[in-house]
C-alpha cells in the first residue's frame, strides 16, 4: 500500500471515530425522553394530568418524527451541494442548545415545540454523516465502517435507557440531564468543525473530468432521478416498514414494560434498551464483516446478509406480541437487536450500489422522510390502540407482517454495475 494510500485509510477510520459520539447524542435524547416518560409527566401538570395523555405523548414524539422526516429532504440535498463538514457541526451545535432548552419547559406545548426544532436541527445530520463516511470508505470497508458508526448510536440509546434512573434521583432529574447533554454537544461542535474534512467529490468517479455534483443540478431533477431508479424505490420502502416497529421499540418499550410487568421506571428503561442495544452492537459487528467479506465473491452479499437479519426481526415482533414475562421479552427483544444491527449496518452500502456518490445524502434523505414520517404515524397510532386497550399481540402481529413483506422488497434489489464498476476503478 502507498503511504497516500495509507494516510487516507487512516483519515478514513478517524472520521468515523469522530462521528461516533456525535451519533451517540443524536440518539441518546431520544432515548432519555422515552425512559423518563413518568417523571416528565409528573413535572409537567397540563400533560400528566390530561385524561388522553398516552395519546398527547404519542402525538409528541409522531411531531418531532414527521418535523424530522420532511428535514430531511432538505438536510441531504443541502450535505450534497455544500458540504457535509458544515452540516454535521451545524446540526450537532442547534440540536444540543434545543436539547438544553428541553430541560427548563414548563408546559406540554413548549415540550411540543422544543421536540419540533429538534426534528429539523437533527435531520441534517445522518444524511450527511453517512454519506461522508461512504466518501471515505470504498469496497471491504464499507459495511464495517457504517457499522462502527452506528454503534455509536446503541451506545447513545443504551445511556439513554439509564435515564429512569437519573430522573428518580432527587439530586439530579430530568431536566438536569437535558440540559447537561445540550452542553456537551455544543462545546464538542466546535473541535469537530476543525477537525473533519469534506472528502473530494471525484472520490469514487472513474471519470474525475466527468464528474457531475448535485449542485449543477434542481431538487426536482434530483428527485426524479432518484424515483426513477426501480431499486430505490425498493430500498425506500424496505428501510420504511420494519422501520415503524423499531421506532415503537425504541419510543414506547419502557412504558410497555413497566406496565406489563409492574415494575419500576429505572428498571423498565434498562430492560427495554440496554439488552437488545447490546445484541444490536453484535449484530453490526458480524454483519458488517460478513456482508464486505461475503461482496469479495458475490455483488448482492449486503442484500443478502440484510435480509438475514430481517427474518430474525420478523421472528422477534411476533415474540414480543405473545411473550408472557419479563424474561422471554427480554430475550426477544435481543433476537430484534441482533437483527437490527445486520440490517442498520447495511442500508447505506446498499444504497451506495444503486445510486451515483453525488446523490447519496439526497438519497438517503428520501429514505429518512419515507421512513420516519411512517414511523410517526405508528408512534401516535400506538399511543392510540393503547388508550383503546387493543392486545399488544395484536398489534405486534400487523408489524411483524409488514416486516415479512419487507424481506421480499429487498430481495428483488439489484445492484447498478456501472456504479461498481466505477468505483472499482477509483481504487486502482
Not at 57 to 73: E, I, N, P, R, T
Not at 255 to 278: E, H, P, R
Not at 285 to 297: K, Y
Request: charged residues 15%; positive net charge; glycine residues 10%.
Amino acid at each position: 500500500m502507498k503511504e497516500s494510500d495509507r494516510s487516507l485509510s487512516r483519515l478514513a477510520w478517524l472520521l468515523v471515530v469522530l462521528l461516533m459520539p456525535v451519533a451517540l447524542l443524536n440518539y441518546l435524547d431520544r432515548q432519555m425522553l422515552a425512559s423518563m416518560q413518568s417523571s416528565v409527566m409528573e413535572s409537567i401538570p397540563s400533560l400528566g394530568k390530561a385524561e388522553n395523555k398516552e395519546e398527547l405523548w404519542g402525538l409528541m414524539l409522531g411531531q418531532f418524527k414527521w418535523v424530522y422526516a420532511g428535514f430531511s429532504l432538505v438536510g441531504g440535498y443541502i450535505a450534497d451541494r455544500f458540504s457535509r463538514r458544515f452540516t454535521i457541526c451545524g446540526s450537532l451545535f442547534v440540536w444540543s442548545a434545543v436539547t438544553w432548552w428541553t430541560g427548563q419547559v414548563t408546559t406540554y406545548y413548549e415540550l411540543l415545540w422544543a421536540r419540533t426544532l429538534m426534528g429539523v436541527s437533527e435531520a441534517f445530520y445522518i444524511p450527511a454523516a453517512l454519506a461522508l463516511i461512504t466518501d471515505y470508505h470504498q469496497g471491504e470497508t464499507r459495511s464495517r465502517a457504517i457499522g462502527l458508526h452506528q454503534l455509536g448510536i446503541y451506545l447513545g440509546v443504551i445511556a439513554g435507557g439509564f435515564g429512569g434512573y437519573v430522573a428518580a434521583n432527587p439530586d439530579y432529574g430530568w431536566r438536569f440531564a437535558f440540559s447537561l447533554c445540550g452542553g456537551i454537544g455544543m462545546l464538542y461542535a466546535v473541535p469537530l468543525v476543525l477537525l473533519l474534512r469534506d472528502a473530494p467529490k471525484f472520490a469514487e468517479a472513474a471519470n474525475r473530468d466527468a464528474v457531475l455534483t448535485v449542485g449543477s443540478q434542481s431538487p426536482w431533477s434530483v428527485l426524479k432521478e432518484l424515483l426513477s431508479n426501480p431499486s430505490f424505490v425498493l430500498l425506500v420502502l424496505y428501510f420504511t416498514l420494519p422501520a415503524m416497529a423499531g421506532w415503537v421499540v425504541r419510543d414506547w418499550m419502557p412504558s410497555i414494560l413497566k406496565k406489563q410487568y409492574n415494575i419500576g421506571q429505572g428498571q423498565a428503561g434498562v430492560a427495554a434498551t440496554v439488552y437488545w442495544q447490546v445484541a444490536a452492537i453484535v449484530g453490526v459487528v458480524v454483519g458488517g464483516w460478513l456482508a464486505d467479506r461475503w461482496m469479495r465473491s458475490n455483488q448482492r452479499g449486503r442484500i443478502y446478509v440484510s435480509a438475514m437479519g430481517m427474518m430474525l426481526i420478523v421472528v422477534s415482533i411476533f415474540g414480543v406480541g405473545i411473550a408472557g414475562t419479563l424474561v422471554a421479552s427480554i430475550g426477544c427483544l435481543i433476537v430484534f437487536g441482533i437483527g437490527w444491527g445486520f440490517f442498520d449496518c447495511n442500508n447505506m452500502p446498499i444504497l451506495s450500489q444503486i445510486i451515483r456518490p453525488q446523490f447519496r445524502a439526497s438519497g438517503y434523505g428520501i429514505m429518512n422522510f419515507v421512513s420516519i414520517s411512517a414511523g410517526g404515524v405508528a408512534d401516535w397510532g400506538f399511543g392510540v390502540m393503547r388508550d383503546k386497550n387493543i392486545p399488544l399481540h395484536v398489534i405486534f402481529s400487523g408489524f411483524a407482517m409488514l416486516a415479512i413483506i419487507s424481506v421480499l422488497l429487498v430481495l428483488l434489489i439489484r445492484p447498478n454495475a456501472e456504479i461498481t464498476r466505477a468505483e472499482q476503478a477509483s481504487q486502482e
